[in-house]
């Protein structure tokens, strides 16, 4: 079980993607934007959050900005970015972030699922 912070401006893929995640037995919290997503992880005082499921487009603050702002505050949850482009550099995702995996849409949750659990694994 993981604690997962998913981030999507599509309040019905934002729900799809909470559904699945906790059918499969994970926390999750969920943010509309990317500025909310900082807002969250900042009142994480507990570091209790495992992974960050963050949407690359996003209004007010895209998922890839609202990581870029937390990797400068020394934040360093796993971090996926999700979005329709088939390429990573389709959507403008950044070389010089720490990024753990790009999951593209529609997404694949048997992928995501063993994603999630490859990053919280304990050894």
Known sequence: MANVLVADDSET???LMQTRLELAGHVVATAADG??????????SE?????????????????IDALRELRDAGVDIPALI????????DADAPTDLEIAG?????????R????????????
């Open 13 to 15: 893929i934002l729900l």
């Open 35 to 44: 500025q909310e997503v900082i807002e969250l992880v900042n009142a994480d």
């Open 47 to 63: 570091g209790r959050l495992d992974v960050l499921l963050l949407d690359a487009m996003m209004p007010r603050k895209s998922g």
């Open 82 to 89: 999700v979005s329709a482009h088939q390429n990573p550099t």
């Open 102 to 110: 790009y999951v593209t849409k529609p997404i694949d949750f048997e």
């Open 112 to 123: 995501l699922l063993g994603e999630i659990d490859a990053l919280t694994r304990v050894a």
